[in-house]
């Protein structure tokens, strides 16, 4: 709150706080705030001040790097795993660095969440038939029942990236594959 105090004085504006405060993450976009708390305004487009002082990711920034994501890791580019991961480190390390100010741990969560969920269906994509599914799971240590309930529903990819693949392909194998971590 000071850092808006602040800059509204310098600018020639009364303090009338109740003014300034944003009374939801729609209006952040134009407070007048840097999210570093410095002068600048750099990332006042993809970052807003809660009225609490918490710095927080807006939705537009996160819906942009799901759509760039998704692009990213388009599952017909036929590409092998490691061959996806290289420019999805590049771009996650990116943005992890310039919102790493923001403070709010369960939007990384989330977001690491759904990008492990969507490479586990671009994995089964690529195996395509419920025999090789079995087999690779197999291979990588999954239970006969764990692989055989996988490769019964083979042509659910999402579906099957949900739940019983969760203790196959677990945060150890993305750490493995280079995957970073936002949390």
Same mark, same amino acid.
């Given at each position: $709150?000071?850092?808006?105090?602040? /800059?509204?004085?310098? +600018? ?5 706080? /109740?003014?300034?405060?944003?009374? !939801? =993450? ?7 705030? !840097?999210? !570093? ?9 993809? *970052?807003? $001040? @809660? ?13 942009? &790097? ?7 890791? !388009? ?5 092998? *795993? =490691? ?8 771009? *996650?390390?990116? @943005?992890?660095?310039? &919102? ?16 492990? /969920? ?6 089964? +994509? ?6 090789? $599914? ?18 019964? #529903?083979?042509?659910? @990819? @999402? /579906? #099957?990236?949900?739940?019983?693949? #969760?203790?196959? *392909?677990?945060?150890?194998? &993305? ?9």
């Amino acid at each position: $709150m000071a850092v808006i105090l602040r /800059h509204s004085q310098t +600018k020639g504006r009364d303090n009338n706080d /109740h003014r300034y405060r944003p009374k !939801s =993450t729609r209006q952040c976009s134009t407070l007048p705030v !840097s999210a !570093s708390g410095g002068g600048s305004l750099g990332r006042l487009d993809a *970052m807003c $001040m @809660w009225a609490v002082g918490k710095r927080a990711v807006l939705k537009k920034a996160r819906e942009t &790097f799901k759509q760039r994501i998704g692009q990213l890791t !388009s599952r017909t580019c036929g590409r092998s *795993m =490691t061959e996806l991961v290289e420019p999805l480190r590049r771009y *996650m390390l990116g @943005w992890k660095a310039y &919102f790493g100010l923001a403070q709010t741990p369960r939007v990384w969560r989330e977001l690491d969440e759904w990008i492990r /969920h969507r490479l586990r269906a671009i994995q089964l +994509k690529h195996w395509k038939r419920g025999t090789t $599914m079995y087999r690779e799971l197999l291979a990588l240590g999954a239970s006969v029942k764990v692989a055989r309930l996988v490769a019964a #529903n083979s042509r659910r @990819w @999402w /579906h #099957n990236s949900r739940l019983a693949l #969760n203790s196959v *392909m677990t945060i150890a194998y &993305f750490d493995r594959l280079g995957v970073p971590r936002l949390s």
